[in-house]
């Protein structure tokens, strides 16, 4: 399949349309940020090992009978995807306290959360992507129905369910991960963007040791090594 026009650039990833007008390309960059993109880097092969991770959690969860826009891989650092139209919230669900949630409520960093947490932010650079509730986002109108807030706060609930129990089975804690989602023409609310240790915190269950971007945010290690490990543990689980 071929690339055309380029449709959007983010902060990790090339939207680029293809010769079909229903399907996309995600092409994953090896560029690194943090905080807003002040802290800046650039890791060769982070692209393909992000692309790699995420495609086998769509394939995970949509064998779970979650929709994803996911289609299938496309080389090393591509993937084919539906076209979708980007709802402008981050879906935050946590299991255990840390980062913004520990900074703002001061809640212990390790602590376990009496149930999962699910939280919106708006994604807005400009704004740098506030912590809103739901009559914000109608406010906003970032979703046309409140049934839909429902939905993407059932949807991430549920991504929490399976990915846990995989990760579990990975030796990983699954601190926390953000979702966004898409509409598909007929309407359908599906999982997009990405599922990476760029976008997720994973704890080595025994150690405790961090194998996600909080490696690059905080110099804490090298992420390289951090999202081959990894990748290498759901291919193990996967039995791959
Ligand atoms: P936070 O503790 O910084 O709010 O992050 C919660 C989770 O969301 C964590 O797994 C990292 C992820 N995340 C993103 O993927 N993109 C972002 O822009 C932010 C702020 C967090
Ligand atoms: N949205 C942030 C950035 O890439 C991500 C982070 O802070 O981790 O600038």
């Not at 650039?9 to 690194?32: C, M, N, R, T, V």
């Not at 669900?93 to 980062?99: F, L, S």
């Not at 509409?183 to 040791?209: H, M, N, Q």
Request: charged content about 30%; some cysteine.
């Amino acid at each position: 399949m071929k690339k055309g026009q380029l449709l959007y650039e983010g902060k990790a990833k090339k939207i680029w349309e293809s010769e079909d007008p229903g399907l996309l390309i995600a092409q994953f960059k090896d560029d690194l940020t943090a905080f807003d993109a002040q802290k800046r880097s650039h890791a060769t092969g982070k692209g393909a090992l992000n692309c790699k991770i995420s495609a086998k959690l769509f394939e995970l969860l949509q064998d779970q009978g979650i929709p994803t826009h996911y289609v299938r891989c496309l080389g090393d650092n591509e993937m084919v995807i539906k076209r979708a139209q980007m709802i402008p919230i981050e879906v935050v669900v946590r299991n255990i306290a840390a980062g913004s949630l520990s900074r703002r409520l001061g809640i212990p960093e390790g602590k376990r959360l009496p149930f999962a947490l699910v939280e919106f932010y708006y994604k807005n650079d400009e704004l740098h992507d506030p912590l809103i509730n739901d009559e914000h986002a109608l406010m906003l109108d970032l979703v046309p129905h409140e049934g839909d807030l429902e939905e993407l706060r059932r949807l991430g609930r549920e991504v929490n369910v399976v990915l846990k129990s995989f990760f579990d089975k990975a030796n990983l804690l699954l601190v926390d991960f953000k979702l966004e989602f898409g509409r598909l023409e007929d309407g359908t609310i599906v999982l997009a963007d990405e599922i990476s240790p760029d976008s997720c915190r994973f704890w080595d269950k025994e150690s405790g040791e961090r194998l996600d971007k909080d490696l690059f945010r905080h110099d804490l290690g090298d992420v390289k090594v951090a999202y081959e490990e990894v990748l290498r543990r759901i291919q193990g689980v996967m039995g791959e």
